[in-house]
């Protein structure tokens, strides 16, 4: 073992130190970028004061009113509150928002309605799946943690979509074979267009197979009543992420019928849950009772302006996707760069100019021999800058501002002084009961 020196000693208060100048460094960045990761958003000033509170320090395991801890009477009552908003705002008659995170709110659903073995469908990744449905040679959470075998939906390319009559033929031959799919699951990460729930819902369950929407994505879009309606196309259950389309600070839901209850509750306590973050429940009922106030039309916006940001890149001669059946119907928008450069390399050059974006496999990836670090494409999302303020002419300057780095190659340092230039006009959160604090303005509790 190594003698501590004095060289080599740690001081603790310089890395203290250290630590806050990294948390400051990071806000003052972001309050100059352009934030367009399609996972991302930014809480209101109101749901960042709900996630300070003391709630984050408490133990409340259980169901609110039947709590293993003292202590729980404030904590109860905003539980309650939570569900009852999340209910209203999906229009469903039972909510768990105890899941800590879209990963946990799939597997609480794995965990209530398959057992290890059995066989799910979802998406592949480079068709846009999540690795939260993905194989255990992939280490995803399906296959790695709750042992599933896992088939994919049949995917049309050209459409972008699952293909209806060719997933209806596979789950048959998976049948012949003897392999019993328990479990279809819906939803994507790279996701443009909704999915044919109505087309194949009756299909599935019929087959035996319990029908989930993950609406990790698009779950603010479909709550401001903007994308497909799972649960009323035919879903028995739907998993959300709260931070991505929704207002929330990061964490997980779970929607369902009130017959389902007894055991997605079971599966989320003791199942995939002790504690449940109690300030993050607290900062899900805040963004809740946000969005059924001013969900629509952000969700509006959201897409507009990614059906605007489509065309002003198609416009800068980019190949975005889905071009030809009008790039998106949600708030992604996804860009085959191969005639340029690779996906990471341009992910870093735009974060050099203060552009966030990332890179994203794409069909064909794959075969094409690129992998995750140097995929053909890049993805965008347009729920943050919209929550910011911006409008369909501002998705125009985005455009321009991309092309300068990814088609004319200009030096990154001379773009950022422009993204800086035109971010400093959008620094406040819309769409929120409360808008006068900076969005991303350093909350400080130290005196
Ligand atoms: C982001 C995502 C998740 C995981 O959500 P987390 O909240 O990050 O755990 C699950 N499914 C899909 C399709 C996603 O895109």
């Given at each position: ?116 073995g059995d066989t ?29 075998e896992?088939e ?19 789950v048959k031959k998976l049948k012949s074979e003897g392999k019993k799919v ?266």
């Open positions: 073992m190594m003698e501590a020196t004095d060289e080599n000693k740690l001081d603790p208060k310089s890395m203290y130190d250290l630590i806050f100048k990294d948390l400051h460094d990071h806000q003052d960045w972001f309050c100059n970028s352009i934030p367009l990761i399609a996972s991302e958003n930014v809480p209101s000033p109101a749901v960042r004061e709900a996630t300070l509170s003391d709630f984050g320090n408490r133990y409340a395991e259980g169901w609110a009113g039947e709590r293993v801890y003292a202590g729980c009477v404030y904590i109860d009552k905003v539980e309650l509150l939570c569900m009852q908003l999340a209910r209203e705002l999906f229009n469903v008659e039972f909510a768990d928002v105890r899941p800590v995170s879209g990963v946990c709110a799939n597997l609480t659903v794995y965990s209530a309605f398959t057992d290890p799910i469908l979802a998406l592949a990744i480079p068709n846009g799946g999540h690795i939260s449905t993905g194989r255990k040679e992939f280490n995803g959470t399906a296959g790695l943690v709750h042992g599933l896992v994919y939906f049949a995917f049309d390319k050209d459409n972008w979509n699952i293909d209806v009559d060719k997933t209806k033929e596979k328990k479990l279809a699951m819906f939803g994507g990460s790279l996701f443009f267009f909704p999915h044919p729930i109505r087309e194949l819902a009756d299909f599935l369950k019929s087959e035996g197979i319990f029908v989930c929407y993950d609406s990790a994505h698009v779950s603010g879009l479909i709550a401001g009543g903007q994308f497909q309606q799972p649960l009323a196309e035919g879903a028995e259950a739907m998993t959300l992420s709260t931070h991505k389309t929704l207002f929330g600070p990061q964490g997980g839901t779970v929607l369902s019928w009130s017959k389902y209850a007894d055991k997605i509750k079971v599966a989320a306590f003791p199942g995939t849950a002790s504690n449940h973050h109690l300030h993050h429940v607290a900062g899900k009922a805040v963004a809740f009772a946000e969005f059924l106030q001013f969900g629509q039309a952000y969700s509006k916006q959201v897409i507009s302006n990614a059906q605007a940001l489509g065309k002003a890149l198609s416009d800068e001669g980019l190949d975005v996707l889905a071009a030809n059946l009008g790039y998106t119907k949600s708030h992604q928008i996804g860009i085959d760069v191969t005639k340029y450069n690779d996906g990471g390399t341009l992910e870093k050059e735009l974060e050099n100019a203060n552009i966030i974006v990332n890179r994203q496999l794409i069909p064909g990836d794959i075969k094409a021999g690129r992998h995750y670090m140097h995929p053909g494409g890049l993805r965008l999302g347009t729920s943050e800058v919209t929550r910011l303020g911006m409008k369909e002419d501002e998705m125009k300057e985005i455009g321009s501002l991309m092309a300068r780095i990814i088609v004319k190659k200009e030096d990154p340092a001379k773009v950022r002084e422009d993204v800086e230039h035109m971010r400093s006009s959008y620094q406040k959160v819309h769409y929120a009961f409360e808008t006068n604090t900076l969005a991303y303005k350093y909350v400080n509790v130290r005196t």
